[in-house]
């Protein structure tokens, strides 16, 4: 009758016993990582500086678009922090595998198959967001060049256009709603160019007579002004 | 072609219409070309891109000009061509004057050469010039000059006051003084004479004229310099062959070659990019020589060669109306962009002026800001290309600023007027200093 009792128990510690040296080779992962991590950061941090990064960053904009989401660090330290997780989570990851457990290896293998689209959807916000920002400035200074009173909306459109087609990129990529998402945009650049043409057509019936009237009479009185 | 005429004009004509230019060295099918010409002492370079209209009346302006006044002297025109394609090339070969009577001039003329070739590289003034200086260096050309090819007002005499200063004085550099409108020229005079006179100390009335004389010397120089990928292939090229000789100590001076009348064109058609590549060769160049140019706390005179007069000039349309709202347009939508690449001070009387009555944009503002936008070049605050395209709008109020303060001036008072806007770059200049670092 005791055995009945006891053998469940003998076999549970038994099995802990056999996992016991799989568990401390995992710890003792995770701990080398915890340490490969701290060292990585702190050289990684030094190079940035050394190579410039947050004068660089702050100049091409990036670091205005991590400010805007709450991150106020410094490029460099941001670089090692970042550096610091993706060693210390792939010694973790490694850890894991080394427990030998079917269900979490499934899982660890599906995870790492994702973790690239992940990297290159954020790659692909930031370029998009710094692109976006570029042309819009490019398109704003442009038009204001050519006397356009629009050049600001004109600006806001080409910016969140590139910045659209950028987050529409981004989750096709994490294979979130792929079709729903292309729609949904092709829907929704549809209206705007289409609102904008109706209230181009009928709201600025007067304002477009004004332009042309301005336009037409700015060619009866000629600049003729040789600048160079 | 090779065209060899034995007539007493001994005139050839080499067109070279497969040549290329790659790095600095020429050719060999050009170099052949020019190793049958041998060594020349004078070269007048023409270039162009289609002005078939023009051309023609600059061609016998240049053959009139080195029949008269250097009659023993083997020289040679050049013209450095863009690919135009309305047969401009045609025109330049074809044009001869055949009979020099009628022009008082004694057939004594030694060998006049031509060599009509197209110019590779950047499109633009200034890669035409590099071939041009390329082929006087080949050579060994004595004395060269530069006129545009679209000039209705040049004259022979021309030819002789941008060369003869080389020849007979040994300067190096001869820079163009014009009788101009008090209207033309707006950004040689609110941007690049005030700013060249206050950086390096001459006074170099038209840095930017277009028309240059300069020896063999200085055309070598000019080639050693690696800046052909920049502005300076465009219309960069006249403020960086100035600057370039004024910085590197060359010997410079002046010629008054009376009115300077180009070809009608849309003149407001490319202003933005005009303005840009002028300016950023202007701000290039003061990265290039900041050494030399701190150094500097006063301003000399540069002597100015030939017989000045002055002559009528024909009226000028403005409409200063639509260049104060492309200012108050500038001001409204740029102001983001602004308050990075201005001071606070300089930004806010920006926009009390854009809402004042009369408007005027005083000197001293204007200096700053310019000085502004060479700090902002400088540490590169952002695109380059962004931050000299947002000087379009302002540059266009201190035109309309100066136009309106103008508009009732004569030409003596019109250059007190500028006198007075140089000096206030002068002044400001330690303002440029103190920020440079």
């Keep these: ?228 | 072609m090779y065209n060899f005429n034995n007539s007493a004009k001994q005139l050839f004509i080499i067109n070279i219409q497969g040549s290329k230019i790659e790095g600095v060295i020429l050719r060999d099918e050009v170099n052949n070309k020019l190793k049958d010409i041998g060594e020349a002492d004078i070269l007048v370079g023409i270039p162009s891109f289609n002005n078939a209209d023009t051309i023609a009346h600059v061609v016998r302006a240049v053959q009139a000009g080195i029949a008269k006044y250097f009659p023993d002297m083997k020289a040679i025109l050049i013209n450095s061509d863009g690919g135009s394609s309305d047969n401009t090339h045609e025109i330049v070969e074809k044009t001869i004057i055949e009979d020099f009577q009628p022009l008082l001039i004694d057939q004594r003329q030694n060998i006049f050469s031509k060599i009509v070739t197209p110019y590779h590289g950047i499109p633009g003034k200034g890669s035409a010039f590099r071939t041009i200086f390329q082929i006087a260096r080949e050579l060994n050309i004595k004395a060269c000059a530069v006129v545009d090819s679209d000039l209705r007002s040049i004259t022979p005499e021309w030819i002789d006051l941008l060369i003869r200063p080389v020849l007979q004085r040994e300067f190096d550099f001869v820079s163009p003084y014009y009788l101009r409108h008090k209207y033309d020229g707006t950004i040689t005079n609110s941007i690049i004479y005030p700013v060249t006179r206050a950086l390096y100390g001459k006074r170099i009335r038209q840095p930017i004229g277009g028309d240059f004389g300069f020896s063999g010397r200085l055309a070598e120089y000019y080639l050693s310099k690696d800046v052909w990928e920049s502005d300076v292939a465009r219309f960069g090229i006249d403020i960086w062959m100035t600057t370039t000789a004024v910085a590197n100590d060359f010997k410079v001076c002046q010629s008054f070659l009376g009115a300077k009348i180009h070809a009608a064109k849309d003149p407001s058609s490319d202003l933005s990019a005009m303005l840009t590549q002028v300016c950023s060769s202007l701000f290039m160049l003061m990265e290039e020589y900041s050494s030399k140019w701190k150094e500097v706390t006063k301003t000399d005179p540069v002597p100015l060669f030939g017989f000045q007069f002055s002559v009528g000039l024909e009226p000028v349309n403005v409409n200063v109306e639509r260049m104060i709202s492309m200012f108050d347009l500038g001001i409204r939508e740029l102001s983001e962009l602004l308050k990075e690449i201005l001071s606070i001070e300089s930004m806010k009387e920006l926009i009390e002026i854009s809402s004042s009555e009369p408007f005027n944009m005083p000197d001293d503002l204007w200096a700053r800001i310019i000085y502004d936008y060479a700090i902002s070049f400088h540490n590169k605050i952002m695109s380059v290309e962004h931050i000299l395209k947002t000087l379009t709008p302002l540059y266009l109020g201190k035109v309309a600023s100066l136009v309106t303060d103008m508009a009732a001036s004569s030409a003596n008072e019109v250059e007190e007027r500028l006198e007075a806007l140089c000096q206030a770059f002068e002044k400001q200049k330690s303002y440029l200093i103190e920020r440079w670092e």
């Design chain 1, 1 to 228: 009758m005791g055995s009945v009792f006891i053998e469940p128990f003998k076999k549970f510690f038994g099995q802990i016993a056999a996992f016991f040296p799989t568990l401390l080779i995992g710890l003792i992962i995770v701990a080398l990582g915890l340490a490969a991590a701290w060292l990585l950061r702190k050289a990684v941090t030094k190079v940035s500086l050394f190579l410039n990064i947050d004068s660089i960053s702050d100049r091409i904009g990036v670091m205005q678009l991590l400010q805007k989401s709450g991150l106020k660090d410094p490029m460099s330290k941001l670089i090692g922090q970042l550096v610091y997780w993706v060693v210390l989570l792939s010694f973790i990851i490694i850890g894991l595998n080394a427990l030998k457990i079917p269900a979490l290896e499934d899982l660890l293998t599906e995870f790492l198959l994702y973790v690239p689209n992940i990297i290159m959807a954020c790659v692909i916000l930031v370029v998009g967001y710094l692109l976006g920002n570029f042309l819009g400035r490019a398109a704003l200074i442009a038009s204001v060049n050519a006397g356009i009173a629009l050049s600001g909306l004109i600006s806001k459109f080409v910016k969140f256009t590139v910045f659209i087609i950028a987050v529409t990129m981004a989750l096709e990529l994490l294979g979130i709603g792929e079709d729903t998402v292309l729609i949904a945009f092709a829907i929704v650049f549809g209206g705007v160019v289409l609102a904008l043409a109706l209230a181009f057509g009928l709201g600025g019936r007067d304002a477009a007579k004004g332009y042309i009237d301005k336009m037409l009479k700015e060619k009866k009185e000629p600049d003729d002004i040789e600048h160079i």
